[in-house]
């Protein structure tokens, strides 16, 4: 494995916890539906009641999706979370969920640790088993942290093909701004401008805030000149450094 690699890859397995804690705590309302696919009536053994009960004591605003929403969550959906309970596939005695959290265009924000329970009873090894699973999230330090507003967008002036400068010599001209670089504030809107070695991302100005590096791995990044990288999970872009101490992940949003 060569080196790069082996960066980008330590620094997504301590990432992702923080990443996934990050996602949740920008969300207010969870939603959970009457009746999940694998039981063949509504809150079936109370076990939609139950799910709805365990996210109100962390500290959600937990909802079903046949009653009346708040004004905020009625006119934006996408202030919530949905929830939805999986069976997986267990032995002859063994019971199996997962919870999963999507948001509103159906991205899958979290699951947890599937939940498992050795009751003979349905009812019984069916809430135990939500009641472990629901225990992954037990252990986050959830608090609500609402997502700033995106600020306005500007038009980019993007240059013809025969006024493009040399990618090198821009880089070389660039090279100790982007040393120093910023990161903008998270609700700031990026734009990813294809080059030679990936990207240089720009902001509406147009300004170059960072220069992406093309690895090995699918959606991830190296930034330039930074123990930093940008990568995508769940649908979002994410920005990770790491200078001696893994700092806790940025969500950006990066339009490439």
Same mark, same amino acid.
């Given at each position: 494995?060569?080196?790069?690699?082996?960066?980008?890859?330590?620094?997504?397995?301590?990432?992702?916890?923080?990443?996934?804690?990050?996602?949740?705590?920008?969300?207010? !309302?969870?939603?959970?539906?009457?009746? &999940?696919?694998?039981?063949?009536?509504?809150?079936?053994?109370?076990?939609?009641?139950?799910?709805? &009960?365990?996210?109100?004591?962390?500290?959600?605003?937990?909802?079903?999706?046949?009653?009346?929403?708040?004004?905020?969550?009625?006119?934006?959906?996408?202030?919530?979370?949905?929830?939805?309970?999986?069976?997986?596939?267990?032995?002859?005695?063994?019971?199996?969920?997962?919870?999963?959290?999507?948001?509103?265009?159906?991205?899958?924000?979290?699951?947890?640790?599937?939940?498992?329970?050795?009751?003979?009873?349905?009812?019984?090894? &069916?809430?135990?088993?939500?009641?472990?699973?629901?225990?992954?999230?037990?252990?986050?330090? !959830?608090?609500?942290?609402?997502?700033?507003?995106?600020?306005?967008?500007?038009?980019?002036?993007?240059?013809?093909?025969?006024?493009?400068?040399?990618?090198?010599?821009?880089?070389?001209?660039?090279?100790?701004?982007?040393?120093?670089?910023?990161?903008?504030?998270?609700?700031?809107?990026?734009?990813?401008?294809?080059?030679?070695?990936? !990207?240089?991302?720009?902001?509406?100005?147009?300004?170059?805030?960072?220069?992406?590096?093309?690895?090995?791995?699918?959606?991830?990044?190296?930034?330039?000149?930074?123990?930093?990288?940008?990568?995508?999970?769940?649908?979002?872009?994410? &920005?990770?450094?790491?200078?001696?101490?893994?700092?806790?992940?940025?969500?950006?949003?990066?339009?490439?």
């Amino acid at each position: 494995m060569n080196n790069k690699l082996a960066v980008v890859l330590l620094f997504l397995c301590l990432g992702f916890s923080a990443t996934a804690q990050k996602n949740i705590n920008n969300y207010k !309302y969870i939603i959970v539906p009457l009746k &999940y696919d694998f039981l063949s009536e509504k809150d079936q053994y109370r076990l939609n009641t139950l799910t709805r &009960y365990l996210f109100k004591q962390k500290g959600f605003v937990a909802l079903f999706d046949e009653e009346e929403f708040p004004e905020e969550l009625s006119k934006d959906q996408c202030k919530a979370l949905f929830a939805n309970v999986e069976k997986g596939k267990g032995g002859l005695f063994t019971t199996k969920l997962d919870i999963t959290l999507k948001d509103c265009f159906g991205k899958e924000v979290y699951r947890t640790e599937t939940g498992t329970s050795r009751e003979k009873d349905f009812k019984n090894a &069916y809430v135990e088993a939500l009641k472990n699973s629901f225990s992954s999230i037990e252990f986050m330090d !959830y608090k609500y942290q609402p997502v700033e507003t995106k600020v306005e967008e500007k038009e980019l002036v993007t240059k013809k093909p025969d006024e493009e400068d040399d990618e090198e010599t821009k880089l070389a001209e660039l090279e100790s701004s982007t040393k120093d670089v910023v990161m903008q504030p998270e609700a700031t809107t990026l734009y990813a401008q294809e080059k030679s070695y990936g !990207y240089q991302v720009v902001d509406a100005t147009p300004k170059v805030v960072m220069h992406l590096l093309s690895t090995s791995a699918q959606n991830v990044f190296i930034v330039k000149d930074k123990n930093a990288i940008v990568y995508k999970k769940d649908g979002f872009w994410f &920005y990770s450094e790491n200078n001696g101490e893994l700092k806790e992940p940025k969500t950006l949003y990066i339009k490439f």
